[in-house]
């Protein structure tokens, strides 16, 4: 559930200082220059404008919500699976896990992908290759075609959610950028729900049948995203990359109003199709300047690294996967009553991370990374509590809902979505995205390393204790945050790099800064 934030940074963020004040200046001249009457059409044609890239993200954002819907019917379809199939726990855990391996591997091929084929046909490639999994697992009739199926289905959903944030900030103008590409995020809790809601609808459909049912919904959004590409156009990036020019001057005009910004944009564009044909050289580089780090630039990497670990060995990833599993473990009965909470869970965790995005830029990162991972703690060590000391009765049942919707809550809040934010603003341009993606890599095989190891751990030490164990790492990502994490709202990138530079770094800043000042002061006047 994560990849999705950080090839966004990679992407957008990048140029985004320089392009946004540009963009910004342009829309303020486009308006000045239409005051005489004509600024009601500037406006109806800036809000034609805004739903057409509205249009372009929401559609993009299907292949996310592939990855959440898989997330969400995989931990109820999982139960009628065991019945029908008869397969074992270890199955189980390899079947519900592999996903995020596989899915790293798709999003890691997807870069390669989509610079060869263009951004759009690689979201078709995604949904093909999603679909034909998804029809697999549909027919499956043993645990080895349904394991073929699975592998295929997670390599079109990393394609898929590598994807979306690319071309979502290719496609968007700069000053919507950061809303825009914060969809993705959304779109895979509102999968999350979806698939809980698809597994309560079909659990009292025959035990043969009400698994493929459910995933085969899936399929679903493929499908739309197979029409939408009859209407939503290629990324003009990748079109001047290929030499496209005026195919991209084309598809700048739908997004952008004004003819001005869009010659400034593809100014823009074409220079940064420059920097990126930059010799192997240099990209050999930044692969030595990561692997020899200097001290500000291990400090990043420890944060930017270590918010992503923390995000999924807190156990986020275990616990919607396993939900079903946690409630019987609490006493609840019942396939569609196990179900049935599940969607509570689903619902809460799509709330939250709305909530998220609307305080991130107001309260700051910090604060709301402390209410999180506290908050995320607290939760842990009350459902350890209810587990082993009130499970098998009514009390321990509703507890146990209340506390696995608080650390879900919590964790939507903050740690979430914030990971992402923080590993596209700590890193310098030159290495935002390699740098991520080492993130990621850390991010994926942690979550698919928790998701492939619960049920076995929780037989050796009860499911009780597992969440305690959770519980003290959630308490270490809080002493992590206080030690490691700064706080990054509302300071320039270059601040920000500032922050993770010692006292000797800093000096030898400041004393070239000043070596520049003394030049520029004491340039001979050429009058």
């Known amino acids: 559930m994560g990849l999705v934030g950080v090839l966004a940074s990679g992407n957008g963020n990048g140029n985004g200082n320089g392009i946004g004040i540009k963009s910004a200046n342009t829309i303020m001249d486009s308006q000045i220059s239409n005051e005489d009457g004509v600024a009601p059409c500037h406006l109806q044609a800036n809000a034609a404008t805004s739903k057409f890239v509205i249009f372009c993200a929401v559609f993009a954002c299907l292949n996310s919500v592939l990855l959440g819907y898989d997330v969400g019917v995989m931990s109820g379809a999982i ?303 009350g459902l350890g509590l209810t587990l082993s000391l009130l499970g098998n009765g009514p009390l321990g049942i509703k507890f146990a809902i209340l506390f696995v919707c608080g650390n879900v809550a919590f964790f939507s809040v903050g740690i979430g979505p914030i990971c992402w934010v923080l590993s596209s603003e700590i890193f310098p341009l030159r290495l935002r995205a390699q740098a991520s993606a080492l993130g990621a890599v850390g991010s994926r095989v942690s979550s698919g390393t928790i998701a492939m190891s619960f049920l076995s751990v929780s037989h050796a030490i009860t499911v009780a204790g597992t969440f305690f164990v959770f519980s003290g790492i959630s308490a270490l990502s809080v002493a992590f945050v206080y030690m490691c994490v700064p706080e990054t709202k509302g300071k320039t990138l270059e601040e920000i790099e500032m922050l993770f530079k010692n006292e000797k770094e800093r000096q030898g800043g400041e004393l070239e800064l000043r070596d520049v000042e003394h030049l520029v002061l004491n340039e001979p006047s050429s009058s």
């Not at 199939?85 to 391996?101: A, D, F, M, P, W």
């Open 79 to 381: 139960l009628f699976i065991q019945e029908d199939l008869k397969i074992t726990e270890v199955q189980e855990e390899v079947l519900i896990g592999c996903l995020s391996i596989i899915s790293l591997l798709g999003s890691l091929a997807g870069g390669r992908t989509s610079d060869a084929i263009g951004r759009k046909w690689t979201i078709a490639l995604a949904a093909f290759v999603f679909q034909t999994g998804a029809a697999v697992m549909v027919l499956a009739p043993s645990f080895p075609v349904l394991m073929a199926g699975r592998l295929l289905a997670g390599m079109g959903i990393g394609f898929g959610v590598m994807i979306a944030p690319v071309y979502i900030a290719e496609i968007s103008p700069a000053v919507a950028r950061g809303s825009l590409t914060s969809f993705p995020e959304i779109s895979i809790n509102l999968g999350i729900l979806l698939g809980y809601v698809s597994n309560f609808a079909f659990s009292g459909l025959p035990k043969h049948i009400n698994w493929r049912i459910m995933l085969g919904v899936g399929i679903v959004p493929s499908v739309f995203i197979g029409l939408t590409l009859f209407f939503i156009p290629e990324s003009p990036r990748w079109l001047v990359m290929q030499n496209r020019v005026e195919e991209a001057r084309s598809v700048l005009l739908k997004t952008i109003v004004s003819e001005r910004e869009v010659e400034d944009r593809l100014v823009e564009i074409k220079e940064a199709a420059g920097i990126a044909s930059a010799t192997s050289h240099e990209q050999k580089a930044v692969w030595r300047e990561l692997c020899c780090p200097s001290p500000s630039v291990r400090r990043m990497l420890i944060v930017g690294c270590g918010i992503q670990c923390f995000q999924q060995i807190t156990g986020m990833d275990a616990t919607v996967y396993y939900s079903p599993t946690i409630f019987k473990d609490a006493g609840l009965k019942g396939n569609a009553r196990l179900l049935a909470a599940t969607v509570a869970v689903g619902f809460t965790k799509t709330m939250f991370i709305l909530v998220a995005i609307f305080l991130i830029d107001r309260v700051g990162r910090k604060p709301l990374l402390y209410v999180s991972t506290i908050g995320m703690t607290t939760c842990l060590f």
